[in-house]
């Protein structure tokens, strides 16, 4: 007997939408059919839905341990399996830091029983770290390194070429990197306008991101190491990476893609604060055009919530970050109605570039023998996005107020549906991503 059938549905299997039934048993999906005439003990009709490869986000911030005020493992994967999110790689920023064994160790700890999708963490990188940094390879729920090249949230900082090299030259996993230049934010500090976040992008500007981006990829190709640039936000960078792919893949955030400067800021004030920050229009349309171009790898939420208490502080005390994975695939979805987006360019993006990249077992595709994780969308449906039902401890979004067609209906977990029609279903059972 089957554990659950996903019947009438239009799946992506191979590249395009077919009417398939799917088949799960033991968390695996065992048998994909045109009908499937099995008993099960629980079947999910998906007649007039689109049954997708769970969803990945690559960049969440879950603030556990630390600022648990504004987020913990708990309730950032709440926000994820309601936006359809079937896996996040969750960041090392945290107090104290993930930045060695012991702290690696309690963060599997702290995610056991208490996280409904399944997870990954990075190891952050430091100029004190090397030795721990070389013997990850078989670290249990791994995704790679994160390395800070300039300053944001938390104190991970690596800034100085020849640390950086050494981080690269010590590690055999992916390096995914924060790439700001440190030294030029420092000298354009005097830049920041007390009370005016509009002075935000020209602090960290784009030279800031380009300078770092070139140093990055230098030091990768030379040592012939994997670099994965998080979300780019400059037309500079689109054009160089765009020259030097191989090695070298990159993100881009739905926020970069959705707002742009001067209007993000006049309407949204510091809460369209990020670093990278929103830049004008013409990023913005670089940014679309690599998209349309499949130049940039993946795309991730980089969630990184605080509450409105500080987000509403004078800038430039007000900490920078989004909250974003609630809204990722909703955001996204609308594009692809929209035609600026193909589906399986999305599903390339959120669940195989995911897979191919960080050498992820048995996800990213629907195929027998795979995990059953299975994000369910229907495109027709139209949401609105509202700040009281964001599951987020931070109860806000950036796209507050804001309609999308197209929106996650269910999302089923290691052959479990944990959430349907908004509803959180059962406990938090969300396992170790195996690499």
Known sequence: MLDLIIKNGSCFIDGNLQKKDIGIIDGKISKIEESIKETSKDIHDCENLVVLPGCIDTQVHFREPGSTDAEDLNSGSKAAIIGGITGVFEMPNTNPPTANKKEFQNKLNL???????????YFGATTSNLSELSQLNNLEGCCGVKLFAGSSTGNLLVDKE?????????????????????????QRKKLREKGNVLSHPIWRN????????????????????KAHILHVSTK?????????KGNITFEITPQHLTLYAPDCYNK????????????????????????KNNYNDTIGSDHAPHLKENKEKEYPDSPSGMPGVQTLLPVMLNYVNDGKLKIEQLVKFLCENPVNIFGIKNKGYIKEGFDADLTIVNLNKKIEIKN??????C???????????????????????????????GEPEGQPIIF
């Open 111 to 121: 995610a056991k029983n208490r996280m409904y999708c399944n997870y990954a963490f």
């Open 162 to 186: 020849q640390d950086i090299e050494k981080v690269f030259k010590h590690t055999s996993k992916i390096v995914s990197v924060h790439s700001e230049d440190e030294a030029i934010l420092n």
């Open 206 to 225: 784009e030279e800031c991101a380009i300078s770092s981006t070139r140093k990055i990829v230098k030091i990768a190709i030379r040592l012939n190491k």
């Open 236 to 244: 500079e960078e689109v054009d160089f990476l765009s020259q030097n």
């Open 268 to 291: 949204l004030g510091t809460y369209a604060q990020m670093n990278p920050p929103i830049r004008d229009k013409t990023h913005y349309d670089r940014l679309w055009y690599a998209i």
């Open 388 to 393: 009281e039902n964001i599951e987020s401890k």
């Open 395 to 425: 109860k806000w979004s950036p796209f507050n107020g804001q309609i999308f067609k197209g929106t996650p209906v269910s999302t089923i977990i290691n052959g479990k549906i944990k959430m349907k029609d908004g509803k959180i279903l």
